[in-house]
Nanobody, 117 residues
Framework: QVQLVESGGGLVQPGGSLRLSCVAF????????ISWYRQPPGKERERIAY????????NYADSVKGRFTISRDNAKNTAYLQMSSVHPEDTGVYYC??????????WGRGTQVTVSS
């Protein structure tokens, strides 16, 4: 069964750090580009980070550039989002998204991140 499972969310204080993980099951992970999306309360889902299948290419939304880092370990079928210097505006549900040519894309179920003192 194909699944993306996010973990690592929780409550973090402003200025703190958090690392999210996305583990893939049942798909050829190294062939998929991975993105992290987030959905703040009452707002639309937005893409905040992207990494190519090989890891050679990354890009970020302006809102997280310089604070968040996306990475992957294809041997572990896992992608990561390292979050640093978090703001209350970073609060939301964070989703992992996997896409590859000629196959349906996949979403994880999300993990909640709350930034609050």
């Amino acid at each position: 069964q194909v699944q993306l499972v996010e973990s690592g969310g929780g409550l973090v204080q402003p200025g703190g750090s958090l690392r999210l993980s996305c583990v893939a099951f049942g798909l050829a992970f190294s062939y998929y580009d991975i993105s992290w999306y987030r959905q703040p309360p009452g707002k639309e889902r937005e893409r905040i980070a992207y990494i190519s299948s090989s890891g050679a290419i990354t890009n970020y939304a302006d809102s997280v550039k310089g604070r968040f880092t996306i990475s992957r370990d294809n041997a572990k079928n896992t992608a990561y989002l390292q979050m640093s210097s978090v703001h209350p505006e970073d609060t939301g549900v964070y989703y992992c998204y996997a896409q590859s040519e000629d196959v349906p894309p996949r979403w994880g179920r999300g993990t909640q991140v709350t930034v609050s003192s």
